[in-house]
């Protein structure tokens, strides 16, 4: 959501204290944050709304093995005891909801006994180091190379970044993952007789973080490079910009206060999209490379109809995506003065 | 104090080469306020840029000499023209929402102005900052140092920038067109401004302009420029009085001017300037001329000659060898055919992309 | 050039409009055709194209392999071996025929769920912009919401739970999508709303619908062809992650994103069986946005000058 001017307070009506508040920046601010806060609420209420009235909707029911045994009716009966599912779908809803406040997101269907909160528990630290690894990855290099790139308009650098970030912009990450899989792990692995290569499965803080976190950063990484050199050029353009040589500015004063400055504008505000690109990205590249990070786990309670674990990873991301979203809003603000708060 | 000889300033298009500037030449002497006026796209803001080596791509300075207090920047080295730059000789343009930066405070965009040459401390420069602000007459100098461009008025705007210009206390300051995007009453304020300023601290200004009225208030010499050249130069009354080249001569017939009988009307020069890649044979302006003879339209135009004291212009007629009916006569004609014309003319003229 | 006098305002925007629109399209072909890339990409679609349509009858000549037929004899073979000239894959089905089909899938994918958004995106935005107001605001609180919702899981629950087929996975990609079109259709409303000419033809009686709507067209077709252009990589996209994940368009129908999941159990032994299909991916989608682009360039208004 853009930070644009929005309805006016109602001033008049406002007690002195709270108009106190609003005429400063500070009190602004905060009174945005606030109300960004409460506007989540209902966008997260309809978002488990929705995935909710899905799961239901489904035809069968989640005790239905893909051509297995079919369980017993008692079993079943049980099952849905068990799990609530014998109550009327609204009341579940309600529950559901209840919980969810309280940070239970129920029992998982797959795991006999365990809590979904547990699941995600235990496989966020591994989504997570790869998505801040990624991001810590994406910044420097996509906004140098697309800084670059727009300095040297034109030339062979400018060509040859540009050209790599389009493609790597248009090839999937699970095209890219496999990719790397053949050229670094199969192929090196032939060529050097066993004595290269980095492993294409698996966890550990070392080898085997690279090629995920490569393959999760690339496409950000491209889309960055092509905005800040599309911002960076409209930037040097401007009259400020010739104010600034006039003036007699060193070049990295006119280049760092001047140009960046302005055109990294933008940027920011992508920030909140390229996170939440990261969050379904881990989806396909954890399953790519074996990682038991939550995005794996998501695929795996699809394929296995583990409807709570679905909710509540949905939830979860929905929740981390709108809180990032909000972050990089908040940022905005404080980068660009001409920004209005009322 | 500034000499600015034969310079040649060309751009280099897909569609040609323009010669924005075509061989100009003048100079500034210290203390003294020199007016350069003539339409838009006739070189004034190009000529500007070139004596601050600030020509756009795909621009360049082919050939001429500026001399600057008999140091040659048309040779000095990156070092060197940093130094020039804002130090030497300062600029200030024309929109001044567009020429500052709106992500930095004014203050500090003044300060860099001072610090980036190194005459003065941090804190020496930004103590500073407020007293050229009380100078230029902003109100409340102490806390608008820490306001956004955004946050000022258009006049403020501008008086910041009169500010940073003359804050290394600068030889010569350079003013493109400093009063055409503000209001009429501002635009007042302005002058008002310069011509203190200008009292008060004795800077050279070179005050580019398409408006005869700031001319006439602020400057004491006046260069006419068209279609990159020179056409006519002299100190600001006798030109005023006795203007010897037609282009000249029409633009001050544009101005309405008070002390003239009201039955004189206002003529406008018909016609368009010249596309500068590709100008008209013979004398540039000789297509929108009201007093053209044959020779202007084969033979480019002369070298400057002497018209007056002090005063030259290029012009195989000159105003003073028209006759008297010559000149009622061009003002009627003139004026009926650009009455003709707004009969003729389309009630909308749509190029392209008009409303998109 | 001479014009007439206008005599009321409908006749000059319409004179406006149509002098707009000519100009647009030759300017506009003339510097897609300059854009290299555009017209490699534009070529390379028409190749798929050919090959979409052509397959069939290719294997109907016995030119190609039948790609479903199995052939338990001869799975996992390299490129040259058996007869076939990429491999086969772990069933002994022939990698190139089913390459040439999937394209089918993929443009079909593409090409048919922008289909289904042009209506959807048209209605919504259209009506948000020009009844504004409550109806505006409404619609755009929608429209948040499900922005709010990651495109790729939302795809994902949906086609897994009402099972995999051609109506859920297509429905599914359309409802991600639609939202940036009508966002795009509604900024375009609005901005024609605010011009001057919709004022005086209300002030005069007559209806903006019509006339919004005559300027609808010619404004926003460039915006909304790029929008759709860039569209299809997206859902060439989801659909193939979908089937990598094992839940998009079930075999026998080959699609490039199985044949990168089943290739991928086999990676080692035969890279040739990922390598391709991958490929095949992501040239089609560097086709698909080198268009875009080249039309975005084309179409770009500011540009034209």
Avoid at chain 2, 246 to 258: A, E, H, K
């Amino acid at each position: 959501m853009a930070v644009t001017a929005g309805r006016p307070v109602r001033g008049a009506l406002l007690p002195p204290q709270v108009t106190a508040i609003t005429s400063t920046r500070a009190g602004s601010l905060a009174i945005f944050i606030v109300r960004r806060i409460l506007w989540m609420i209902p966008i997260l209420f309809f978002v488990i709304l929705i995935t909710f009235t899905l799961m239901h909707l489904a035809p069968g029911s989640p005790w239905d093995k893909a051509g297995g045994r079919q369980l017993s009716d008692t079993v079943v009966n049980n099952l849905n005891i068990r799990y609530g599912l014998n109550k009327p779908v609204p009341q579940q809803f309600l529950l559901y909801i209840t919980s969810v406040i309280h940070f239970d997101f129920g029992l998982s269907y797959q795991y006999q006994g365990k809590t979904v909160s547990n699941l995600l528990l235990e496989s966020w630290p591994y989504t997570a180091t790869i998505g801040v690894l990624a991001f810590l990855l994406i910044i420097p290099v996509g906004v140098g190379l697309g800084v670059l790139a727009a300095l040297r308009q034109n030339t062979r650098i400018d060509y040859i970044t540009m050209g790599f970030a389009t493609v790597a912009a248009s090839f999937p990450n699970f095209v890219i993952g496999a990719l790397m899989v053949v050229a670094f792990s199969v192929l090196s692995y032939k060529a050097t007789g066993g004595n290269f290569f980095l492993p294409a499965a698996g966890f550990g803080a070392d080898d085997h973080l690279i090629m995920p976190v490569i393959t999760l950063a690339l496409l950000p990484i491209a889309y960055t490079a092509r905005l800040t050199r599309a911002s960076t050029l409209e930037t040097i353009r401007q009259d400020f910009v010739r104010t600034a040589w006039a003036k007699g500015l060193p070049e990295r004063l006119v280049v760092i206060r001047h140009i960046l400055k302005n055109s990294l504008i933008p940027v920011v505000t992508t920030l909140g999209p390229t996170f939440a690109f990261l969050v379904t990205g881990s989806v396909i590249v954890e399953t790519v490379f074996s990682i038991p990070g939550i995005g794996r786990a998501f695929v795996v309670a699809i394929e296995s109809r583990d409807y709570p674990m679905i909710l509540g990873t949905t939830v979860l991301f929905s929740l981390v995506i709108a809180v990032a979203n909000l972050v990089v809003d908040v940022a905005y603000v404080f980068i660009d003065p001409r920004v209005r708060l009322t | 104090m500034l000499q600015v000889e034969d310079l040649h300033t060309q751009f280099f298009t897909s569609r040609g080469v323009v010669r924005a500037v075509d061989g100009v030449t003048f100079h500034v002497d210290a203390g003294e306020t020199l007016g350069v006026v003539g339409e838009s796209g006739c070189g004034k803001t190009m000529t500007a840029l070139s004596i601050l080596r600030l020509v756009p791509d795909p621009g360049k300075i082919t050939s001429g000499r500026i001399l600057f207090r008999g140091r040659e920047v048309t040779k000095m080295t990156d070092e060197e023209i940093r130094d020039f730059r804002g130090n030497d000789v300062a600029m200030i343009f024309q929109d001044p929402m567009t020429s500052l930066n709106p992500v930095t405070k004014i203050g500090r965009q003044i300060e860099e102005a001072m610090t980036a040459h190194e005459r003065f401390t941090e804190t020496l420069a930004r103590g500073r900052v407020i007293e050229l602000l009380k100078r230029v007459r902003v109100p409340a100098a102490e806390s608008r140092v820490n306001d956004y461009p955004h946050q000022f008025s258009g006049g403020m705007r501008q008086r910041a920038m009169i500010a940073m210009g003359l804050s290394n206390e600068p030889s010569l300051l350079i003013a493109d067109e400093p009063t055409t995007a503000l209001d009429v009453t501002v635009q007042a304020q302005i002058i008002q401004l310069m011509k203190q300023l200008n009292r008060e601290l004795g800077t050279a200004m070179m005050l580019i302009t398409h408006n005869m009225a700031l001319v006439a208030s602020l400057c004491q010499r006046v260069v006419v420029m068209y279609a990159g050249r020179i056409v006519e130069e002299g100190p600001v009354e006798q030109i005023f009085n006795s203007p010897q080249h037609p282009y000249t001569w029409s633009l001050l017939r544009s101005v309405p001017r008070v002390d003239e009988a009201r039955k004189d009307r206002l003529v406008s020069i018909r016609g368009l300037p010249p596309d500068l890649s590709n100008p008209p044979p013979g004398c540039k302006f000789h297509p929108r001329c009201p007093f053209v003879i044959d020779k202007c339209k084969t033979d480019p135009e002369p070298s400057l000659s002497e018209v007056g004291v002090n005063q030259v212009a290029r012009c195989w007629v000159l105003m003073r060898n028209v006759t008297e009916e010559g000149v009622e006569a061009a003002k009627a004609s003139a004026l009926s055919k650009d009455a003709a014309a707004k009969l003729k003319a389309p009630v909308m003229e749509v190029e392209g992309n008009a409303g998109g | 050039m001479a014009l007439p006098v206008a005599a009321n305002i409908e006749d000059l925007s319409a004179w406006e409009v149509s002098e707009k629109q000519i100009g647009l399209w030759s300017d506009a072909l003339q510097r897609f055709r300059r854009n290299r890339l555009a017209i490699a990409g534009a070529v390379l679609i028409a190749i798929l194209v050919l090959i979409a349509f052509g397959s069939p009858l290719l294997v109907h000549l016995g030119i190609l392999h039948d790609p479903i037929k199995q052939n338990v004899d001869y799975i996992e073979s390299g490129p040259g071996q058996n007869g076939f000239s990429i491999g086969s894959d772990e069933l002994g089905r022939d990698t190139l025929s089913r390459l040439m089909y999937g394209s089918q899938v993929s443009l079909a994918v593409g090409i048919l769920v922008q289909a289904i958004i042009l209506p959807i995106g048209l209605l919504v935005g259209l009506t948000a912009g020009y009844f504004g107001g409550r109806i505006d605001n409404l619609l755009m609180r929608f429209t948040d919401i499900w922005y709010a919702f990651p495109d790729l899981l939302f795809v994902l629950v949906v086609v897994s739970v009402f099972h995999p087929s051609l109506l859920t996975i297509f429905g599914a990609i359309s409802l991600v999508n639609w939202v940036g079109l009508a966002r795009l259709v509604r900024g375009q409303v609005l901005s024609i709303k605010e011009k001057e000419f919709v004022e005086a033809a209300r002030s005069s009686g007559s209806s903006p619908a019509k006339l919004i709507l005559k300027h609808l067209l010619p404004n926003s077709l460039g915006p909304i062809i790029v929008t759709l252009t860039f569209g299809i990589p997206n859902a060439i996209f989801l659909e193939a992650v979908l089937s990598f994940l094992g839940v998009g368009i079930q075999p026998p129908t080959p699609t490039w994103g199985q044949m990168v999941f089943d290739g991928y159990e086999a990676i080692y032994a035969n890279p040739t069986s990922v390598v391709f299909p991958a490929l095949a991916i992501g040239f089609t989608l560097l086709a698909f946005t080198f268009v875009g682009d080249g039309l975005r360039d084309a179409l770009d208004p500011r540009m034209r000058r």
